[in-house]
């Protein structure tokens, strides 16, 4: 499974963006995924998470009401919605490939990962 995603940028603090990670294969649609992120100089760290159909998600506190994670299984699609975006956002965001259908917390829970793309959030 490859996955690649998109939509960082640079916005300004308080602004939007919506990340989108695109599978290679139609497996995606049997898996959880998940959004994480790494800062420079930190651990990369959960974001959100979203179960095979869509029906359950996870959030880490920090982004708690403000960011979105959903999915479209028929675009082998992974979307990361990011509003009120704020300095401490700024992050290579990376999406990544469940190793069960389930919604999973743990890095270790995943199998496949992509690239990553950079968010930065101008104060």
């Known amino acids: 499974v490859q996955l690649q995603a998109s939509g960082g940028g640079l916005v300004q603090a308080g602004g939007s963006l919506t990340l989108s990670c695109a599978a290679s294969?139609?497996?995606?649609?049997?898996?959880?995924m998940g959004w994480f992120r790494q800062a420079p100089g930190k651990e990369r760290e959960f974001v959100a998470a979203?179960?095979?159909?869509?029906?359950?998600?996870n959030y880490a506190d920090t982004v708690k009401g403000r960011f979105t994670i959903s999915r479209d299984n028929a675009k082998n699609t992974v979307y990361l919605q990011m509003n009120s975006l704020q300095p401490d956002d700024t992050a290579l965001y990376y999406c990544a490939h469940g190793r069960s259908s389930g919604v999973a917390l743990r890095k270790e829970l995943y199998a496949y990962w992509g690239q990553g793309t950079l968010v930065t959030v101008s104060s």
């Open positions: 979203i179960d095979w159909r869509g029906g359950n998600t």
């Open positions: 294969k139609r497996t995606m649609s049997n898996n959880g």
